[in-house]
């Protein structure tokens, strides 16, 4: 819009050329935050509120009909001109309209000074608190909320994301929140956007990933009877969510969101708000302050119960071949882990979802436990007199035996002994309690393992290699697309993975150095690792030195990302450097796998799949296609070295897992 001189307290904006509303016809124009309605009428022009007064019907898309603009909602008529309903001397509000030389002037009242919503307290809150990112869907039901994230946004506060389905949101922020240990935010409308998410925070909550959860809500005024995409969703989030609260005009708003991130943070999990419609807008109080998490938050270094360390240190003692197993609650202490290990010259397995967190070529690692996992790791648990384990839940697919004198270490005392009874369970923080442990080991009765360990570890690398050359002329093995990554993918990577058959493969045969990885653990969703992705990179923008700058690789199957092939588009939008391992073998191969094994005929698992790589060109991503294993490694560096999004598909064999 062109702007002429100031008139009267009112700024003159040119809305339209001369020629572009026809006699009779009439538009919406929005300049800078308002939209008016335009008419042409009789040869005049009129300029209106572009809000029906009646239920906000969008007049500029309505007609002019028997001399009478009709409201294209309730069919409520205005003079085009006077915007005066017949009979009535109320009516929309009108702007004085110039036709001048080069085109249709409106002039607009002063813009006001925007004012300082509740929503602008609750956002401000939610930064101070480090909330740096929020993922979702802006809409109707959430628009007084999304201008407050707008504001911070602009202000540089904090970055927005608008994803194609809010699952991805939920499962970016959950992805998050599992690697930095840091609360995201992901953001939906009422009704279907909530619903949407529920699946990524249903992750978040069994993994213990802190996350908020930010959804609208229909006004207060129609709660109840069931209005327009209003469900109950204090209730539908009161089982994932460990804080859920309604956000209302009596609230205190800065503290919900304090208490909310507290929450979060402390008890690792979802905390929600719901923001009625109307409440969103709602003026905050003269000087209402933002709150923050100064004085909010304790230290963690819980120190252990000095009998249960002493147990511990008096089992280790006279262990002969203890192992270590680590699982995800050892993340962010496994310096402190590897001094007890280094202490003990024993072996260190992970679970799963802590792969990586020692490095499958370091003295003592020896990779993953249980079903995705490797046959050394396996040996050394079934070898071995005693178990320390380092903050992992005992699931079935970790397989920790029951069998074995078990020393268990965790911060939640729920978890001690969840599943069977351990000898001796720890309360304690992970990385104090391993520190002390380490300090109190005298002389320990442990044998060196490590030259075992060099001598499983070549044992697999051999069984490795054979499988790398089997083919059946019905696409790649498995295990070559794992070694090609073992040798393409940077050492510092963050790599999201799926669920299903590639993702046990990239267990198994992926050995870590620095890498981390991100995976949906005790909900075990497809779909997870594209999202996640979008997550991880979030955190390379920041600047918290372990992330900052690492690259990104999601690895995937077919069937997993054709739930969220749609995200290929969010990442081109916001140029995510992300590096997609596409494992296409045009089935769920595990399912077919599982049918199989459980003498069920196979049925309903093949796929029918576009070309993934040249998918990813439409949506503007660089694809590549591997058909044969000698292009695995030319495709994987071309896919790392292009600075944006990309995408390597590989047509691989289903048996060949
Ligand atoms: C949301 C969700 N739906 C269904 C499943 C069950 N499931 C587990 S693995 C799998 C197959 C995945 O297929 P694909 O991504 O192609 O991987 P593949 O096993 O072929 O490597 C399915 C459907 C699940 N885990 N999560
Ligand atoms: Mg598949």
Redesign the pocket.
């Known amino acids: 819009m062109e702007s002429a001189e100031p008139d009267a307290g009112r700024r003159w904006l040119k809305v339209a050329g001369l020629d572009e509303l026809a006699e009779g016809r009439v538009k919406a124009v929005t300049c800078e935050h308002q939209t008016i309605c335009l008419t042409h009428f009789e040869g005049r022009y009129g300029a209106l509120d572009n809000r029906c007064p009646h239920q906000g019907g969008p007049l500029g898309e309505g007609s002019i009909e028997n001399g009478l603009l009709r409201c294209p909602w309730h069919g409520w008529d205005f003079d085009p001109l006077t915007g005066k309903p017949p009979g009535f001397d109320d009516g929309v509000e009108t702007f004085p309209v110039e036709v001048r030389e080069d085109g249709v002037y409106v002039g607009f009242a002063t813009e006001e000074t925007p004012v300082r919503t509740v929503t602008d307290v609750m956002v401000e809150t939610m930064v101070n608190w480090g909330v740096r990112f929020v993922w979702g869907i802006v809409g109707h039901s959430n628009l007084g909320l999304a201008d407050a994230l707008r504001r911070q946004e602009v202000a540089g506060k904090l970055t927005f994301f608008g994803v194609r389905h809010e699952g991805a949101a939920s499962f970016a922020a959950s992805a998050y929140g599992k690697l930095t240990g840091r609360p995201a935010a992901c953001l939906s409308i009422a009704g279907p956007g909530a619903t949407n998410l529920l699946?990524g925070l249903w992750d978040a909550n069994v993994d213990r990933s802190p996350v908020l959860a930010l959804t609208g809500q229909v006004d207060t005024q129609v709660l109840g009877p069931g209005a327009f995409q209003e469900i109950d969703l204090t209730a539908a989030f009161g089982k994932v969510a460990q804080w859920t609260q309604p956000v209302l005009a009596s609230s205190r708003h800065a503290e919900l969101v304090n208490l909310a991130l507290k929450s979060a943070i402390l008890n690792r999990g979802v905390s929600h708000l719901i923001f009625p419609d109307e409440v969103q807008t709602q003026p905050a109080a003269a000087g209402a302050r933002a709150g923050s998490a100064e004085g909010r938050l304790t230290a963690r270094t819980i120190t252990p119960p000095e009998e249960s360390l002493e147990a511990a240190v008096a089992l280790l003692g006279e262990s002969k071949r203890p192992v270590i197993i680590v699982g995800h609650g050892a993340r962010f202490e496994m310096d402190s882990v590897m001094a007890v290990a280094e202490r003990l010259s024993c072996p260190v397995l992970t679970t799963f979802k802590a792969k990586g967190l020692v490095s499958d070529h370091h003295p003592l690692g020896c990779g993953v436990l249980g079903r995705s996992g490797t046959p050394i790791a396996s040996w050394f648990m079934n070898e071995a007199d005693c178990l320390l384990v380092f903050g992992a839940s005992f699931s079935n697919h970790t397989g920790i035996t029951p069998k074995k004198p078990t020393i268990q270490v965790d911060f939640d005392p729920m978890i001690l002994g969840k599943f069977h009874a351990v000898d001796v369970p720890v309360w304690g923080e992970i990385g104090v309690t391993a520190k002390l442990m380490a300090g109190r080991l005298g002389q320990a009765a442990a044998i060196d393992q490590r030259g075992e360990i060099v001598e499983r570890w070549a044992i697999w690398r051999r069984e490795k290699e054979r499988r790398e050359g089997e083919t059946r002329g019905l696409g790649v093995a498995s295990a070559s697309i794992f070694a090609a990554m073992n040798r393409q993918v940077p050492e510092d990577a963050i790599i999201a993975v799926?669920?299903?058959?590639?993702?046990?493969?990239f267990g198994r045969y992926f050995e870590c150095r620095r890498q981390a990885v991100l995976m949906?653990g005790y909900?075990?969703?497809?779909?997870f690792a594209y999202p996640a992705a979008m997550g991880a990179w979030a955190a390379t923008q920041e600047d918290d030195p372990r992330f900052a700058g690492r690259p990104v690789v999601a690895v995937?199957?077919?069937?997993?990302?054709?739930?969220y092939l749609g995200e290929l588009t969010t990442a081109v939008k916001y140029d995510m450097n992300i590096t997609h391992i596409l494992?296409?073998?045009?089935?769920?191969?595990?399912?077919?796998?599982e049918q199989r094994s459980g003498d069920w005929d196979v049925w309903q698992?093949s796929?029918h799949n576009p070309d993934f790589a040249r998918f990813a060109e439409l949506c503007g991503a660089r694809g590549e296609r591997v058909v044969d294993a000698s292009e695995l490694d030319g495709a994987m560096e071309r896919a790392l070295e292009h600075q944006g999004p990309s995408l390597v598909e590989i047509i691989?064999d289903?048996e060949l897992?």
Do not use: M, R
């Open positions: 699946t799926d669920v299903g058959n590639n993702t046990y493969s949906s909900l075990g969703s497809i779909g995937s199957g077919d069937g997993g990302f054709g739930q494992v296409n073998n045009n089935e769920l191969g595990k399912i077919s796998k698992t796929l691989a289903a897992v």
